[in-house]
């Protein structure tokens, strides 16, 4: 007797490390719901990140235009979803989840999403969440479910491919195959995100000298001259690596020893395969969108920002200049400590 499967759309277009944020949801539906059959809407910019997620069972590609958008909502309506969960909040998610033609279509309620309209397109809203960090807001999303929240462990599903360029960057940094190493990400799509260039080669200098940890600096589209000048500022301490794909980036976030990153997608990346972490935030919350490991180290300067959630700064100083070198080098000393007591 052939089993029907239960058919759920999660609509989580973008951002990577909202993405991210969201894979507990698509593993705990995998590991909770007996013949689920789960597709994922995202953005084009997006879809890398999904192709690395197995318990997916297909990707929905959102194209960017009015054509691929009314394109997109008549393919979803032959698919007949049971259920359809809006994970981002947006009139264009909510829209979409609409559009697909679910029985049901369930996001939160107003007081929870970036933009209180998009209620007016779900069948139904969770209104409790669990907690302030937003991985848990989009577990409690699985209470309208049938699901008990409470006990869903924060998993990320995630292949991570060979890297070649792992390799590359163990070779530029003269250290062996079982040699760890340090992680800078010096860059971040909103500007206030990024802390000094010459800060991080401060870091890296002091990682080496008290931890023999050379460091890799990754750099993105655009980011490549701000590499370079946190390599020029650490003297030989750091090198910039190639250019990377998420798979790459996955590779050498799990050989690393630690991370050091603005509020950005890599970060994100490396704190889901459990790289140890030190963030530095400054107009975001890190009790919403930090790490999400009790062991991971968050410095913040988001109580004195006067720039919340904008991609620019208002202050002549930008508000993460406030967290001192210093006060990063000790957080590493912690987290790095604490990496080693756990294995």
């Not at 013949?35 to 910019?45: C, E, G, K, M, P």
């Not at 909040?89 to 979409?96: D, I, Q, R, T």
């Not at 050379?214 to 993105?220: C, F, N, P």
Request: aromatic share 4%; proline share 6%.
């Amino acid at each position: 007797m052939t089993v029907p499967q239960r058919r759920i759309l999660l609509v989580r277009l973008g951002s990577l490390g909202d993405i991210i944020h969201s894979l507990p949801v698509a593993a705990s539906l995998r590991e909770s719901i007996p013949h689920v059959h789960i597709d994922w809407l995202v953005d084009t910019r997006h879809r890398a990140i999904l192709d690395l997620v197995p318990v997916i069972n297909r990707r929905i590609v959102v194209q960017p235009s009015a054509r691929g958008f009314l394109s997109t909502m008549r393919s979803l309506r032959t698919e007949r979803y049971d259920e359809a969960l809006d994970l981002q909040g947006l009139w264009k998610s909510a829209l979409l989840a609409r559009g697909s033609g679910a029985r049901r279509v369930i996001g939160f309620s107003r007081e929870h999403l970036r933009e209180p309209g998009a209620r007016l397109f779900y069948s139904e809203a969770c209104s409790a969440v669990d907690g302030p960090h937003v991985i848990r807001k989009n577990l409690s999303l699985l209470r309208t479910l049938g699901l008990d929240t409470d006990d869903l462990a924060i998993k990320f599903p995630l292949d991570i491919p060979r890297s070649t360029v792992l390799e590359d960057v163990r070779r530029e940094l003269n250290i062996r195959g079982g040699d760890r190493f340090a992680i800078i990400n010096p860059g971040a799509a909103w500007p206030n995100k990024r802390w000094r260039t010459d800060a991080f080669g401060h870091l890296a200098v002091e990682m080496l000298a008290r931890h023999g940890l050379r460091s890799a600096v990754l750099w993105g589209p655009g980011e490549r001259l701000l590499a370079q000048e946190v390599a020029t500022s650490a003297k030989g301490s750091a090198i910039v690596t190639p250019q990377t794909t998420l798979g790459d980036l996955l590779a050498l976030a799990r050989a690393a020893s630690i991370m050091i990153s603005g509020d950005t997608g890599p970060l994100h990346l490396a704190a889901a395969v459990g790289t140890p972490v030190v963030a530095l935030f400054g107009p975001t919350d890190p009790q919403r969108n930090g790490p999400w490991s009790s062991r991971d180290i968050s410095l913040s300067g988001y109580t004195r920002c006067i720039c919340h959630y904008q991609r620019r700064c208002t202050r002549a100083t930008p508000c993460l200049s406030d967290i001192g070198v210093d006060e990063v080098l000790d957080a590493i000393e912690v987290r790095l400590t604490r990496a080693r007591a756990h294995g």
